[in-house]
């Protein structure tokens, strides 16, 4: 039977107490898999990524959806994507042949990326990419150089736009390492000089103002300012035909996090861009938006083992998982906060406080510090949610450990979507060098 439970989050549901994602028992998840284990619930990510397409269309005449790969990427999450007609927006040679792996036409992909290496640039011109992202002079060189036919660019440039969000994930503060400033006249420059260029094609400008953003003024005042600087370059002579947006649409992590649904975010910022073009007498540009994190962040949880439980006397009692900072270093680089249940007694009620500790031997490997849950026990399966987006694509090996598989869930079935590493992978590319001089 069906209870209630006040996970607030996605698609998850309760029955007789377990937590259910995708229409799978968790417990029985991390029963046949293991753990750590990333589950991603396929019907969630694609009927967010769908909302996305289907606002746009109703609102604003010319448009692309661009997925952003590095919240999650994976051969799987192109081939799910691409049905729908989303483009990618990549930033490294690995993502954009992930990408192309998983049937991801090149026609929609851009390759954005603030230090594109010249094989990357070689590679991304092969292939065929729709656009790249210039974000230096050198680049606009290389591809200049590299390209036997000219190749569409957009510039990314720097509105000063200072979203409300964590200062490590803002992207336009006057000392963002990322695009040209349109303050100090670098932007409109730099655009200026494209034309000088005989294999490259000018089409547009692109920002990207920070991540986990939950109210749309700062959309709104991206939008004035992107569409003032369209004013100027017009009256330079310079057409602009495209508007690249970024993404930044934000999730729920915790209770006390209230984002706007892809829905709205969609709605306000093309009806937003499209008084503001009115308004300035300009031609409306293609909108381009990169949503990444919105679509599949609240589609996975994690599911660990509780193992340790120390309790320091009078001060805190820690539980420790089967992952830590490995799987999940966003509470190490920004001080990310989490939802977490207990997989088996999803509703029950929490009266013990705990810091859930990761394995890693780091003092900062805490995961959540400080959160309510049911009495824990050795064996116990937590389940921490909202990590569908900046955990597998971040993940690493540190100290050795084992980057977990990713399992895919859908109407009561499971398969994996990532399959789990072994030890063999992780030492398959180490080497013992000057063996003769160590004999």
Do not use: W
């Not at 994930?169 to 670098?186: E, L, N, V």
């Not at 083992?305 to 680089?333: C, H, Q, W």
């Amino acid at each position: 039977m069906k209870n209630s439970c006040k996970i607030g989050i996605g698609d998850l549901s309760v029955t007789d107490h377990k937590l259910i994602i995708g229409g799978c028992d968790s417990t029985e998840l991390a029963a046949k898999y293991g753990t750590p284990l990333y589950v991603f619930d396929v019907r969630r990510a694609l009927r967010t990524a769908k909302s996305y397409v289907d606002v746009l269309r109703h609102v604003y005449p010319d448009f692309t959806v661009c997925y952003a790969s590095k919240a999650f990427g994976c051969v799987g999450i192109y081939s799910l994507l691409e049905p729908l007609g989303i483009g990618a927006d990549v930033v490294s040679g690995g993502e954009l042949y992930t990408a192309l792996k998983g049937g991801m036409p090149a026609e929609r992909i851009y390759f954005h990326g603030n230090n594109k290496s010249r094989d990357e640039i070689e590679y991304a011109v092969e292939s065929g990419v729709e656009c790249f992202v210039v974000d230096s002079e050198r680049e606009l060189e290389l591809v200049n150089e590299i390209a036997a036919k000219p190749q569409n660019i957009l510039v990314r440039v720097n509105p000063g736009v200072e979203a409300h969000t964590h200062r490590f994930i803002q992207t336009t503060t006057p000392d963002s390492k990322f695009g040209f400033s349109i303050a100090d006249g670098t932007a409109e420059q730099f655009i200026k000089s494209v034309a000088t260029y005989k294999n490259v094609v000018f089409k547009g400008i692109a920002c990207h103002i920070g991540s986990q953003i939950f109210e749309k003024q700062s959309f709104e005042i991206a939008i004035d300012k992107m569409t003032d600087f369209i004013v100027e370059l017009n009256a330079l002579g310079i057409a602009v035909e495209r508007l690249d947006l970024g993404g930044g649409f934000g999730i729920k992590y915790v209770e006390e996090d209230r984002p706007l649904t892809p829905e709205e975010y969609m709605q306000n910022s093309a009806s937003y861009l499209l008084s503001s073009v009115k308004a300035k007498n300009i031609v409306a540009p293609r909108l381009i938006v990169e949503p990444g994190r919105s679509i599949v962040g609240e589609a996975g949880i994690t599911l660990y083992t509780i193992g340790a439980i120390k309790t320091i006397k009078n001060i805190k009692t820690y539980a420790a998982v089967d992952g830590g900072m490995f799987e999940n270093p966003r509470p190490s680089l920004y001080d990310a906060q989490y939802t977490a249940v207990v997989a088996d007694r999803a509703d029950a009620e929490r009266t013990h406080t705990y810091s859930i500790a990761g394995k890693c031997c780091e003092s900062g490997d805490i995961l959540i510090d400080g959160i309510k849950l049911p009495n824990l026990h050795c064996g116990d399966i937590l389940a921490v949610l909202s990590t569908g987006a900046y955990h597998y694509s971040m993940a690493s090996n540190y100290n050795r450990n084992l980057i977990p598989p990713v399992v895919a869930v859908m109407d009561g079935k499971s398969d994996y979507m990532v399959k789990p590493q072994t030890y063999e992978d992780i030492t398959r590319n180490d080497c013992v060098p000057f063996t003769e001089v160590v004999k």
